[in-house]
């Protein structure tokens, strides 16, 4: 009799186990299937920070289709082929439950246009080379003039020493700013001078105090801006800036 009754006590327990077993697998059938619906397809994509690059761009080299699958999307893949493009310098890519993923990047910014062998380089404030172009369409930074580089191509990253300092002196200039300047010519490694889109001429010098002339730069070119004036160059190679105003 005990035997008997330790056997249906030993078919209540299997029984027991097996129905939880399966209670579980059933648990995770639906959270897969759950999972997998078109409810966790991304709704909206945003992408921030990006100035130069696109949002079409930067969608097609993520490689982000229209409607997928929030959880089969590999963020890491998708900010490896994005940080495969030399425009972009930082990348972080974030998934918002339930539907949406967001692009964050920092942009390398382009900083002039210098000659080479086969038409303008467009290089970066690292001297690295974004782009190459035949001939120039639209300037949208300075071309530096003066210099004339070799045969560069993308992802090269140029050293010239005179280069090095402009690229010292745009890049500490604040947007607005540089976005006044149309080219800077190297004369030679004692004298650099800027022309503003305005033609006014800017004798930079040396490469001394190049962020301080640069901060200076800004403040002037905003001076002339607010009081419209008519000016002929400023000369920043003395401590006290020269701004010397057209002959009337």
């Known amino acids: 009799m005990q035997t008997a009754e ?32 078109s409810y966790f397809a991304v709704g909206a994509v945003f992408v921030e920070g990006n100035k130069y690059v696109t949002v079409e761009e930067v969608l097609r080299i ?51 246009f210098v000659t080479s062998q086969y038409g303008f380089v467009e290089i970066d404030r690292q001297g690295i080379v974004m782009a190459a172009f ?5 300037v949208k930074v300075p071309v530096i003039t003066g210099v004339r580089l070799g045969n560069v191509y993308v992802g090269d990253q140029v050293n010239n020493p005179g280069l090095s300092n402009v690229l010292a002196y745009l890049a500490a200039l604040d947007e607005e700013a540089l976005n006044q300047l149309s080219e800077v010519n190297i004369k030679s490694s004692n004298e650099l001078i800027a022309y503003t889109i305005n033609s006014v001429q800017i004798r930079v010098g040396d490469s001394q105090r190049l962020t301080e002339k640069a901060k ?16 002929e160059y400023i000369d920043l190679n003395y401590t006290s800036p020269i701004i010397k105003l057209h002959d009337k």
């Open 134 to 138: 035949k001939n120039l369409k639209q």
């Open 62 to 112: 993520a490689g982000v289709p229209e409607r997928v699958n929030i959880f089969r999307l590999k963020t890491p893949e998708i900010k490896d082929r994005l940080m495969n493009d030399l425009r972009i310098a930082e990348v972080q890519v974030e998934r918002s439950f339930p539907a949406s993923i967001t692009i964050s990047i920092k942009e390398r910014q382009p900083l002039a």
């Open 6 to 37: 330790r056997l249906r006590a030993a078919r209540q327990r299997r029984a027991s186990l097996l129905a939880m077993w399966l209670g579980v697998l059933a648990v995770l059938i639906a959270f897969f299937l759950f999972i997998n619906s």
């Open 216 to 231: 200076l730069t800004g403040e002037i070119l905003q001076e002339i801006s607010n009081k419209r004036m008519n000016v």
